[in-house]
């Protein structure tokens, strides 16, 4: 079958969409790429997600409004992604709002931004959608999600293996090895933490808006790393909690990073941090994070490293040496591009959805059982062909 997979992360800077083919067993499909193509959100709309995720307020109507523009650059990524109309099925993840993961005497909510008819019916194909609300309702994190793909499609080697997702949380998977007394131990994923997210906001606001990101990380290069206030960030809550956990602009978004730059900025004229020495701080606080959490658990042979942040070379490099005794390389030599990683995961989810087959790792998410995930939209004027 052939399915295309949309997904827009975190970072809210475009959608990914990848078309691919599955067809075998569930657990271990035949898969092949077809096509891919990434189409950036306009930056007034990128702005105004990011606002109504960091709690801005916003009418019901103007909510209405940013999910029906959302779902029409759902739709121009899927077409640009498959010109000829050729899924036969579409996952689509949304734009995730808000997560609230669950706490002491409090459900676990999640909100993706979506119509999902209506982009059923824009591509005249069925659509699933609103994939984390399964596990979350079975008292899950409802993330991450991508490590039951990542074990079927990718698989184990002689060591464990572990997959990063640098999008704008850093959130990890670790296949444990094909063969040998850990052969059977189960698939791990968690959010080690921030990524892209408070690195973006701290460009657009030294650079007053004009850059959206630190290209390369050729800014960050520039300046000097605080250490001793990395050390620091490393010790607090979110940070120390052991899996299953996650997290996302709710805890490291704009309030955060100014609370950060508080404190980078002690002591300096005016209480400003230097621009480059705060994003070489935070870079390093990126990399630190994902470090941190896997010396805490048995160590990977390699490292294989996606999504926007793995184009910033200096993320890379403070991964590569904070990362002492793991082999850091882009899981890109393994045919899966940087912005095909997270879109390729909800084809196969999607895929799964009409098979009956759970998506839902409860060694991951901490819910009580693994789910079918998903709900499918098909379209009201019903399937058309020959496009």
């Known amino acids: ?38 189409t950036p959100y306009a930056a007034d709309l990128q702005r105004r997600l990011v606002a109504l995720g960091q709690g801005e307020p916003l009418s ?10 959302l779902t029409e650059v759902q739709a121009a990524a899927a077409r640009a992604a498959d010109p000829q109309g050729q899924a036969e099925l ?15 005497g409090r459900r676990g909510l999640s909100w993706q931004l979506l119509l999902g008819t209506l982009l059923a019916e824009l591509l005249e194909r069925p659509v699933i959608h609103d994939f984390r609300s399964a596990d979350l309702a079975l008292g899950g994190q409802g993330a991450p999600l991508v490590p039951a793909a990542d074990a079927a499609l990718l698989g184990g080697i002689g060591g464990w293996r572990a997959l990063l997702n640098l999008g704008g949380i850093a959130n990890l998977t670790l296949l444990p090895p094909r063969e040998g007394p ?12 921030p990524a892209n997210t408070l690195l973006d906001l701290a460009v657009q606001r030294f650079s007053g808006g004009e850059q959206r990101f630190d290209a390369g990380g050729a800014w960050a290069r520039r300046g000097r790393i605080d250490e001793e206030r990395l050390q620091a960030w490393l010790q607090e809550p979110y940070l120390r909690q052991p899996p299953p956990k996650s997290t996302g602009r709710e805890l490291f978004g704009r309030q955060d990073l100014q609370r950060r730059l508080a404190e980078l900025g002690q002591g300096q004229p005016g209480g400003e941090p230097d621009p480059a020495d705060a994003l070489a701080t935070l870079t390093a606080f990126s990399a630190a994070a994902v470090a941190q959490d896997l010396e805490r658990g048995t160590r990977p042979l390699e490292l ?19 990362c002492r005794g793991t082999a850091v390389r882009p899981l890109a030599e393994l045919g899966i591009a940087d912005d095909q990683r997270e879109a390729l995961a909800f084809a196969l989810l999607a895929w799964w959805h009409p098979q009956g087959h759970p998506g839902s790792l409860p060694a991951v998410t901490g819910a009580r059982r693994a789910a079918v995930l998903g709900v499918r939209a098909d379209p009201p004027g019903g399937i058309r062909r020959g496009r």
Do not use: K, Y
């Not at 996606?306 to 403070?318: F, P, S, T, V, W």
């Open 1 to 38: 079958m052939r399915v295309l997979g949309l997904m827009s992360g975190t970072s809210a800077d475009g959608v990914d969409a990848v078309l691919a083919s599955f067809d075998g067993a569930p657990e271990r499909p035949r898969w092949r790429i077809l096509s891919h193509a990434a």
């Open 60 to 69: 019901a109507a103007g909510v209405l409004d940013l999910a029906e523009a």
């Open 90 to 104: 579409v996952g689509c993840h949304g734009q995730t709002v808000w997560h609230r993961p669950p706490d002491v």
């Open 182 to 193: 850990e052969a059977g131990a189960p698939v791990l994923g968690w959010d080690c933490g």
């Open 304 to 322: 294989l490293v996606a999504g926007g942040g793995a184009r910033n070379g200096l993320l890379i490099d403070q991964l590569r040496r904070r």
